[in-house]
């Protein structure tokens, strides 16, 4: 079956030290995206990437990194440069640019100690 | 700016009640609408969308009007499920790759 792909589900992490969330997608889409998710609130975008080797920011790219060597990958680094990592991070695709028609994966909850 | 106003706070109702959550937005032009919905411990799913003034979305038993002259997409089912116990997002598409999302609301069905 076709799909997003995140790992790992759950996550802790000390602070000062980075950490790279997983997302794979085999359902041939071009466009990729990071979002978090704090509680009672809406998704912020981090980055997205419409092609291989491209990638811009979003609203709170600050204290992230990701890199796009593959179609099917979209890895999220949260470096210790991030004031507040602690949140749920969700990584979505799209077929279509430019339609507002995502595709998510099942998320992975970052937790700093 | 592009922004999407949801009501506050949980909804909390029985099986087989008339649920609506209602939605609002701001946007310059006429951006695409969305509702998704996150069920417990999972990414969000698209619900239903709209993609001009009057459109109806519709979906699951779930349906939305797009507004523009109250600028809203109220998302209203006419007999929930327990299985429909989620958090909805409402969302505005307003061009180059950026979704506006609203806070959210849990929708917590009783049997």
């Known amino acids: 079956d076709g799909g997003i792909t995140q790992s790992p589900k759950y996550l802790f992490r000390k602070e000062g030290q980075n950490v790279t969330l997983s997302c794979e997608q085999n359902?041939?889409?071009?466009?990729m995206y990071w979002y978090r998710q704090d509680p009672g609130q809406g998704l912020r975008l981090i980055y997205y990437s419409q092609i291989v080797n491209d990638f811009q920011k979003g609203d709170i790219a600050e204290g992230y990194s990701v890199s796009r060597e593959k179609k099917e990958s979209f890895p999220l680094t949260v470096t210790s440069a991030q004031k507040n990592p602690t949140a749920f991070y969700l990584c979505?695709?799209?077929?279509?640019?430019?339609?507002?028609?995502?595709?998510f994966g099942e998320g992975s909850r970052l937790t700093v100690l | 700016g592009n922004s999407v106003t949801q009501m506050e706070g949980p909804v909390t109702l029985s099986e087989e009640a008339f649920l609506t959550i209602n939605c609002t937005y701001t946007a310059t032009g006429y951006p695409s609408l969305f509702w998704y919905v996150q069920y417990p411990g999972e990414g969000l799913q698209l619900l239903l969308k709209a993609t001009k003034a009057d459109d109806k979305g519709s979906n699951k038993g779930f349906e939305a009007t797009y507004r523009k002259e109250t600028t809203s997409f109220h998302l209203e089912k006419g007999s929930v499920q327990v299985s429909d116990s989620a958090v909805y997002f409402c969302?505005?598409?307003?061009?180059?790759?950026?979704?506006?999302f609203g806070k959210g609301n849990q929708v917590v069905v009783i049997p």
């Open positions: 979505a695709s799209t077929r279509e640019r430019n339609t507002g028609e995502l595709f």
């Open positions: 969302a505005l598409y307003y061009g180059n790759n950026r979704l506006a």
């Open positions: 359902l041939n889409h071009d466009a």
